[in-house]
């Protein structure tokens, strides 16, 4: 099971005084050296946290893996090719919701996704899409082309104690077609150091994507061992 933090929250502290600190780069370095595998970064439309500057900055000095969330706009398109992460995660994007809200609908946008994913493959880039556990969205991945899917568990981590069963069925009977359609699986929103262990038990998912309940953890205990007690449960 791989670990790839999100710093986006990093990036917000600093925005919130549009200052010089706390840098993300410094963030991303230290979460790899406690064993961190990937680094995860969502580039907004608005620019809220992450800027296009660091996405440079990243992809000149991290050794792991640059994953960026991005919405399937021109805009976007443009930037991952300039910037060329290792992968792209496709995401929906609302310009006033506080954190992403639940995953993208590739069916109803089959064709700008397909057309997405073919411009990102022939600048040698990888396409995951974050999606709700449903089947459909699951096949439509993998008929638009995709190399993974990330599944969302944000319904999980936020189901109340009676609905957490049904809500991990949902999520392993995904992670069980992605895997069988030659997709792989990844996961993440909302996951913690208590809920991860049902969803870090699946063995269809190798991948899942923290941020919040890590950079919270930092704000208290430091980066480095925040990162490394993620590393532990995993």
């Not at 096949?139 to 995709?146: D, F, I, S, V």
């Not at 993440?188 to 049902?198: K, P, S």
């Not at 930092?218 to 449960?233: P, Q």
């Given at each position: 099971?791989?670990?790839?933090?999100?710093?986006?929250?990093?990036?917000?502290?600093?925005?919130?005084?549009?200052?010089?600190?706390?840098?993300?780069?410094?963030?991303?370095?230290?979460?790899?050296?406690?064993?961190?595998?990937?680094?995860?970064?969502?580039?907004?439309?608005?620019?809220?946290?992450?800027?296009?500057?660091?996405?440079?900055?990243?992809?000149?000095?991290?050794?792991?893996?640059?994953?960026?969330?991005?919405?399937?706009?021109?805009?976007?398109?443009?930037?991952?090719?300039?910037?060329?992460?290792?992968?792209?995660?496709?995401?929906?994007?609302?310009?006033?919701?506080?954190?992403?809200?639940?995953?993208?609908?590739?069916?109803?946008q089959?064709?700008?996704?397909?057309?997405?994913?073919?411009?990102?493959?022939?600048?040698?880039?990888?396409?995951?899409?974050?999606?709700?556990?449903?089947?459909?969205?699951v096949?439509?991945?993998?008929?638009?082309?995709?190399d993974?899917?990330?599944i969302?568990?944000?319904?999980?981590?936020?189901?109340?104690?009676?609905?957490?069963?049904?809500?991990?069925?949902?999520?392993?009977?995904?992670?069980?077609?992605?895997?069988?359609?030659?997709?792989?699986?990844?996961?993440?929103?909302?996951?913690?150091?208590?809920?991860?262990?049902?969803i870090?038990?699946?063995?269809?998912?190798?991948?899942?994507?923290?941020?919040?309940?890590?950079?919270?953890?930092?704000?208290?205990?430091?980066?480095?061992?925040?990162?490394?007690?993620?590393?532990?449960?995993?």
């Open positions: 099971m791989r670990l790839a933090v999100n710093i986006d929250h990093i990036a917000t502290l600093r925005e919130a005084r549009k200052a010089h600190e706390p840098e993300p780069v410094a963030a991303a370095l230290i979460a790899e050296r406690a064993g961190a595998q990937g680094i995860t970064v969502h580039l907004r439309g608005d620019r809220r946290h992450i800027q296009d500057r660091d996405l440079e900055q990243l992809r000149q000095t991290i050794s792991t893996k640059l994953n960026v969330e991005m919405a399937v706009t021109a805009d976007m398109a443009r930037v991952a090719l300039k910037v060329r992460p290792d992968q792209v995660t496709l995401v929906p994007e609302r310009p006033q919701e506080l954190t992403t809200e639940g995953g993208l609908d590739v069916v109803a089959a064709t700008a996704v397909a057309d997405f994913v073919r411009q990102m493959h022939e600048g040698g880039i990888r396409v995951s899409i974050f999606l709700d556990p449903i089947v459909d969205q096949r439509q991945a993998k008929t638009a082309g995709a993974a899917v990330e969302n568990t944000g319904r999980y981590a936020d189901a109340p104690e009676a609905s957490v069963g049904a809500e991990l069925s949902r999520i392993v009977e995904a992670a069980r077609l992605a895997a069988r359609q030659d997709l792989e699986v990844l996961a993440g929103h909302g996951l913690n150091y208590t809920n991860v262990i049902a870090a038990e699946i063995p269809e998912i190798v991948e899942l994507n923290i941020g919040h309940s890590i950079v919270a953890r930092a704000a208290l205990l430091g980066m480095e061992r925040a990162v490394r007690d993620m590393v532990t449960l995993l």
